[in-house]
């Protein structure tokens, strides 16, 4: 991940529970919102569902909000209706 940072100055990673680190993360931008936001979080429905609920406002309109490791079927999850783009 450092050389991440290395590379690519505007390149920030956390780490940490994804359910706790929402206010770290909005620390981080400093009233900015990120081009691109990649979580490795809950990999569950629900907690799949929080993290998007909780960060999609960090992620500026036209930007993305991409997950590691999610069920993107349809029939079991779909953030859609709550402003999100479809897999």
Do not use: T, W
Request: charged fraction near 30%; aromatic fraction near 10%; charge should be negative.
């Amino acid at each position: 991940v450092n050389c991440l940072e290395d590379r690519f100055p505007r390149f920030r990673s956390v780490v940490g529970n994804s359910h706790k680190m929402v206010r770290q993360v909005e620390q981080m931008l400093n009233g900015d919102q990120a081009d691109f936001l990649f979580i490795d979080g809950d990999h569950g429905r629900d907690g799949v569902q929080q993290d998007f609920d909780e960060y999609r406002h960090l992620v500026r309109p036209g930007g993305l909000v991409a997950f590691h490791d999610i069920n993107a079927d349809a029939r079991y999850f779909s953030v859609a209706e709550r402003g999100g783009v479809p897999a």
